[in-house]
């Protein structure tokens, strides 16, 4: 597609329930990222994937988020036993990292996540 | 790690005024300081970005200054219009293209 691709917009979910979140990038780029915006909160940087690298996990605020991106395209972030403080719209972004002059992030339209 | 504090959190002014907002960062090492927008309901979009082997950068009717002595970079926007208003992030990147750290973001809004 043209642009990062997220999916569901949506995800109303009750507490204590596994939810996984997908992220398909811009073709071709290696860097993905995947951020966490709460209202009045900015941008919380969580997860970065660079090529084969091991990713930058230092984000994560805690064991219950995980995430993988695998073949190098498609990322999933996943939640377990989501609470209430999960609530928050999941961006994605792409770029094409160290290999580019630009360090231009693409983001996507997000996942927005309610937790009962 | 890198933290980014940006001011102010709101910022209100009237059509054809100018707006500043300033944000200070933590890890001299920081090298690529971008400046994002987005619109309501919108996804975050790169308006402008400055490296720190500059200290002002000029697109039409915004501009980006960095001084990396007291480290702080501040984003200008001469001659405001409503469709300006938006919330704004600014970003700081100690290796150039690896993670970014975003402050709290300015919610612009020009009146007509």
């Known amino acids: 597609g043209a642009g990062v691709s997220q999916s569901p917009s949506n995800k109303v979910t009750e507490k204590g329930k596994d939810v996984e979140l997908r992220c398909d990038p811009i073709?071709?780029?290696?860097?993905l990222y995947w951020y966490r915006q709460s209202l009045g909160q900015g941008l919380e940087f969580l997860i970065y994937?660079?090529?084969?690298?091991?990713?930058?996990k230092s984000g994560l605020p805690s064991d219950r988020f995980s995430a993988e991106r695998t073949g190098g395209s498609v990322s999933t972030l996943t939640i377990q036993r989501t609470q209430q403080e999960d609530s928050a719209v999941y961006l994605c972004?792409?770029?094409?990292?160290?290999?580019?002059?630009?360090?231009?992030?693409?983001f996507g339209e997000g996942s927005r996540l309610t937790v009962l | 790690g890198e933290n980014v504090e940006q001011h102010p959190s709101t910022l209100s002014v009237q059509e054809g005024d100018s707006a500043v907002i300033k944000c200070t960062y933590s890890d001299s090492a920081s090298n690529y300081f971008p400046w994002y927008k987005q619109e309501l309901g919108k996804r975050p979009q790169l308006i402008i970005d400055?490296?720190?082997?500059?200290g002002e950068k000029k697109d039409q009717r915004i501009a980006v200054t960095l001084n990396k002595t007291a480290k702080h970079f501040s984003l200008h926007i001469t001659e405001t219009q409503p469709e300006d208003s938006a919330v704004y992030f600014c970003?700081?990147?100690?290796?150039?293209?690896?993670?970014?750290?975003f402050g709290k973001g300015t919610m612009l809004l020009v009146s007509p």
């Open positions: 994937f660079q090529g084969n690298s091991a990713p930058d």
């Open positions: 073709s071709g780029h290696t860097a």
């Open positions: 972004a792409s770029s094409l990292g160290r290999l580019a002059g630009t360090g231009e992030l693409f």
């Open positions: 400055i490296r720190s082997n500059v």
């Open positions: 970003a700081a990147s100690p290796r150039g293209y690896s993670t970014l750290t």
